[in-house]
């Protein structure tokens, strides 16, 4: 792209980077793992994991883009060209373009069940008919990829409108939605009676159920929630103004994305304490464990309307992000246009979201190859050529770092830490460790 599109503002850049970042994982398997692994000491370790190694490499990526104002392959071939670096930035395409093929069927869930809420389908079932019900739902493809296409046409809609006024300005209307949604659902949630003790679950260290494999889970949670090395990062920093800042907004993204996910851990452990629910229960949480508490509260339709618009927002926002990823590399590696760019994307997303739909094994094999394998392998690539191969003095340039202690701990925390921790993760999912 010779005429880059810029931010119209850094807000618009935090709210958008926030957006894709916070996607209905970040609500749902957050507190799962919360209330898997120890509870507080749990969201501790991921706290120090996001500012230790997720921050860091989401400016470095942020800067990789901004320094060169390419998608991830172009970007990768700028910094070193006649290398095989660029493969690199395949690999973030292909994982980006996967995700968010295979995980599309789940957002056509989010928007039926929005729906049927408001409209009180499920207010006079039973426990045992809800979770009927969601079997059944799932089992249909049809109607689930009926509901998906709805999500796609919107998507595209948004997407064609282009960088300023499409993703940029429905983030910034999204976004504090969002958190509105999650305050009042806090409020209502916190108000029950017998919510204090999940809180105390939340809140209090159980350091016996913090294991190696929970520090795994955390550095896995913490990486993948901050979007490192799906390229998005890359392709939101070449969209950056010159004087715009790098540091700064990834630590403001970086704390609204621990901010969100505590949010959503003060939204699902009362409710599930209060009635004496399981707080590890994954996607049965969302789907059917929470229709059956919504049942049980006044004016439970319009919560769960709530909740159910709440993932939607998170996943869309995530949608927007990754999907202009894919589009900004058609429009750099392919000289596509954006129109023929966002038809391109939308195609190719369905083009893997009907086998999801239609096989559940489809789903769980790229959600295993996706989380153990072409996300580490992306991060652990990344920051091996951010801090062995890129001159990490074009980097402290392009994010402005000055302070000669802020180079060596940056030094640190890229060239060092961040592949070691990545390296340590993978070989732990490999069954190495």
Known sequence: MSNRNNWNSQLGFILSTIGFAVGAGTLWKFPY???????????????????????????????????????????????????????????????????????SPVVGWIIAYFFKSLFGVFSKMSPSEIQHYFTTFTSHPLEVLLWTSLFFIYLAFILIKGLNNGIEKINKIMLPLLFIIMIILIIRSLTLPGSESGLIFYLKPDFYKFSFEAVTAAVGQAFFSIGVAMGVSIVFGSYMRSNDKIISNGIIVGSSIIFVAFLAGLIIFPIVFAFGLQPNAG?????????????????????????????????????????????????????????????????????????????????????????????????????????????????FRIAGVHSNLLKVVWTLLIKYLAPIVLIIVFLSQLGLL
């Open 33 to 103: 793992l919360v209330g898997q692994n120890g509870g507080a000491v749990f969201l501790i370790f991921y706290i120090l994991i996001v500012f230790i190694i997720g921050i860091p490499l989401l400016c470095t990526e942020i800067s990789i883009g901004k320094f060169t104002k390419k998608d991830p392959v172009g970007a990768y071939r700028k910094i070193r060209p006649k290398s095989f670096w660029f493969l690199n930035g395949y690999l973030n395409i292909i994982t980006m373009l996967l995700i968010l093929g295979y995980v």
């Open 283 to 395: 996607f049965g949480l969302t789907f059917i464990t929470m229709p059956n508490v919504f049942n049980k509260i006044p004016f439970g339709n319009i919560f769960a309307g709530l909740f159910f618009l709440l993932f939607f927002l998170a996943s869309f926002t995530s949608f927007i992000g990754g999907a202009e990823a894919i589009v900004a590399h058609l429009n750099d590696e392919w000289s596509i246009s954006r129109k023929h760019g966002v038809y391109i994307t939308i195609f190719l997303m369905a083009l893997i979201a009907i086998p999801s739909a239609l096989c559940n094994s489809f789903f769980e094999l790229i959600d295993y190859l996706v989380s153990s394998y072409f996300l580490i392998i992306g991060g652990i690539a990344m920051s091996i050529f951010a801090g062995w191969v890129w001159k990490l003095d074009d980097f």
